[in-house]
């Protein structure tokens, strides 16, 4: 059995040990490592915090821009105690872009924001890309 010591974190690209990394909370996956290091993640609480006070909440009957949801259709599919929706930004520049349903945010989240990738993916699922 092989045993992790570092791991790169997916916001900074820095290799470092395990313990600059904290583990996921609840009950999915609670053995599995963050993908941000320590340091990231509370820039990015800062920033989400800063940008939510800042916006404060979406409008009443807000849809998500992207599924085009409403929030009685995404409530709890970030999780029981999340707010349905998601501060969305620019992770370079920290810009609030809008608001998102989570499995929208987790989406763009998983193609690293690059419209490069999305192209593909469209691409891909219009059966033009082998």
Not at 28 to 44: G, Q, T
Not at 78 to 92: A, E, I, Q, R
């Amino acid at each position: 059995m092989n045993i992790i010591t570092h791991k790169t974190c997916n916001k900074c690209g820095k290799e470092l040990p395990v313990s600059m990394f904290s583990k996921h909370s609840g009950s999915k996956a609670p053995n599995y490592y963050r993908p941000e290091c320590k340091s990231c993640n509370n820039h990015l609480s800062k920033v989400r915090k800063s940008l939510k006070k800042q916006f404060g909440n979406p409008p009443k009957n807000y849809r998500c821009p992207i599924c085009n949801e409403l929030e009685e259709d995404v409530k709890g599919k970030g999780g029981l105690t999340c707010s349905p929706w998601v501060v969305d930004h620019n992770h370079k520049t920290d810009k609030f872009r809008g608001w998102l349903c989570h499995k929208c945010n987790r989406g763009i989240g998983a193609f690293r924001d690059d419209t490069t990738i999305l192209e593909r993916a469209i691409y891909y699922l219009n059966g033009e890309l082998k």
